[in-house]
């Protein structure tokens, strides 16, 4: 079992800057591929970003390209998502979720490829 606990959301004014953070249990963190999700009042659940178990590559959503950047740090089982430029339309709850172990596919962006999820924290951007 992973548990994975997500922190660093809250209310910004657009243009603003926001760090998730998503800290992971136990010890297979670093054989996972790691993905940050969204989800908007009423809207879907979109992949933002993801980084593979190996921090080699990196997906991201078209319209967060140039803005958010995805990173993992082993050492500490924990991934970051870095959002600079914020717009409204960035705001929702943001998950954590993590792959299976050594996931070869890639790149990984369908919430079913996901086996463990965080309880989420809300961004909200203000216009």
């Known amino acids: 079992q992973v548990q994975l606990v997500e922190s660093g959301g809250g209310l910004v004014q657009a243009g603003g800057s926001l760090r998730l953070s998503c800290a992971a249990s136990g010890r297979t963190f670093s054989s996972r591929a790691m993905g940050w999700f969204r989800q908007a009042p009423g809207k879907e659940r979109e992949s933002v970003a993801a980084?593979?178990?190996?921090?080699?590559?990196?997906y991201y959503l078209d319209s967060v390209k140039g803005r958010f950047t995805i990173s993992r740090d082993n050492d500490k089982n924990t991934v970051y998502l870095q959002m600079n430029s914020l717009k409204p339309e960035d705001t929702g709850v943001y998950y954590c979720a993590a792959t299976r172990q050594y996931d070869s596919a890639w790149p990984r962006r369908a919430p079913g490829d996901y086996d463990y999820w965080g309880q989420g924290t809300q961004v909200t951007v203000s216009s």
């Open positions: 980084i593979s178990w190996s921090g080699d590559n990196a």
